[in-house]
Structure formats: structure tokens, C-alpha cells
């Protein structure tokens, strides 16, 4: 995932907010994603933003959106340790293949 | 409601042998993607297909085919299997036309030793 970054680890504490951060190079998506993944598991999709929107909220999900600095966020509110799992921001330039970044494993700690 | 199904579930096979993994997309999704991810990797994308056509080729080694048949369901064909294929391949389906998110199977894991 050389063209969307990710930092690899964040770990929180069970309650607290959780921010995944993630940067991407291609501004022709019409969507960006997050998905989740969990041990052994596939590849669940959380939430997507339409591009021309700066945030959407869904629940204790926050997707924040800064298109001038292809910044793309992920806030998890009152994170529980079932939420620990790896994290992949994705775009799909030109609405083509996904591209993802290289996932942020999130471990929450009781 | 219905996800995409990828059969078999786990597949185990030595070197240089064959391997077909299926998938079965949402109902009324006609586009087919296929990811291979390998161990700690990003998933990457293989190839896809839109209403029965190749739409779009990745980093799919000559040695893999796939198609998609007349009721959306594809399959990815493994040949001369090498130890460097062991991944899970994910497949992904969506509704063509770029407005829809692409929804995964649990993919398949494929051993090869």
C-alpha cells in the first residue's frame, strides 16, 4: 500500500476514544473506506465517506475527511476490546481496484 | 442479508500443483474482485471483472487465471503453484459503475507446501 499510509499499531484503553490516522495520494475516488479485520478473518467493512463530505458518523464511528491534505481519520468512541483488530484505510482511484494502506493493528487494553 | 461466498474455506496443496478457488457474489452485484493478501501484507489487488468481462488486471501472475461465469460467479485458477502463493485470497463484489463500496468474503487460505 505504497500510495495510502498508515501508522502499524495504536493501542488504547478500553473506553477510550480510539483515532486511526491515514493519508492516500489519489484524489479521483469517489469513496474512502475503512475496513476491519480480525484474526484469521475477512475483511469487514466498517463505514465510507463520500468524497465531497468532510464527516459521517455512525454510531460510536467517525470518519473525518480533509480532501486538501488527503487526510482521512477514523475515530472509534468508547473503543471495548472487541474492537481490537487490524484496521485498513483504502481509496479506489478512478472508482477502479482498492488500493489499502498497510493497516493499523489496534489493541485495547482492559 | 447475504455476503459474498468463497469456497473452500481452507485449501491445502504442494508445489506445483493446481488450485480453484470459487466465489459467489451478493445478489445482483455483477462486478468480481479478486485480492491476494499474504502474511502481515495489504491485501493486493489480483483482477476483476465486470458483467462476465476482465475489467482491470493487477499484480496477477501469469501462472493464475479467472473468469466470471453467466450467474456472476467467479473462479481463480492456480497453476504450477509455488511455496510464495500461500496467502489468503479474498474475493470482493460490488454493483459496477464506481458508486458502490466493494463488500469481502472471508476469503480463502491457501497452504502450499
Known amino acids: 500500500g505504497e500510495d495510502v499510509e498508515q501508522s502499524l499499531f495504536l493501542s488504547v484503553r478500553e473506553g477510550d476514544s480510539s483515532v486511526i490516522n491515514c493519508t492516500y495520494t489519489?484524489?479521483?475516488?469517489?469513496?474512502l473506506y475503512w475496513y476491519k479485520q480480525e484474526p484469521g478473518a475477512g475483511l469487514q467493512l466498517l463505514t465510507y465517506i463520500f468524497s465531497n463530505m468532510d464527516m459521517k458518523q455512525d454510531q460510536r464511528l467517525t470518519v473525518l475527511l480533509n480532501k486538501k491534505d488527503k487526510h482521512l481519520s477514523l475515530r472509534i468512541a468508547d473503543t471495548q476490546t472487541g474492537d481490537s483488530a487490524i484496521y485498513f484505510c483504502a481509496e479506489a482511484p478512478n472508482n477502479n481496484d482498492m488500493r489499502f494502506g498497510a493497516g493499523t493493528r489496534l489493541t485495547v487494553k482492559p | 442479508a447475504a455476503g459474498v461466498i468463497q469456497s473452500p474455506r481452507h485449501l491445502i496443496k504442494e508445489k506445483r500443483e493446481t488450485a480453484t478457488l470459487k466465489c459467489y457474489p451478493i445478489p445482483r452485484h455483477d462486478t468480481v474482485y479478486w485480492y491476494q493478501q499474504g502474511p502481515g501484507q495489504d491485501p493486493q489487488f489480483l483482477i476483476s471483472?465486470?458483467?462476465?468481462?476482465?475489467?482491470d488486471k493487477g499484480s496477477i501472475p501469469d501462472r493464475f487465471s479467472a473468469q466470471q461465469f453467466s450467474d456472476y460467479h467467479s473462479e481463480l485458477n492456480m497453476s504450477s503453484l509455488e511455496l510464495g502463493d500461500s496467502a489468503l485470497y479474498f474475493c470482493?463484489?460490488?454493483?459496477?459503475?464506481?458508486?458502490?463500496?466493494?463488500?469481502f468474503g472471508n476469503g480463502t487460505r491457501l497452504t502450499v507446501t
Open positions: 470482493a463484489s460490488t454493483i459496477g459503475g464506481g458508486d458502490s463500496p466493494l463488500h
Open positions: 489519489d484524489s479521483s475516488s469517489t469513496y
Open positions: 471483472f465486470y458483467e462476465k468481462m476482465q475489467s
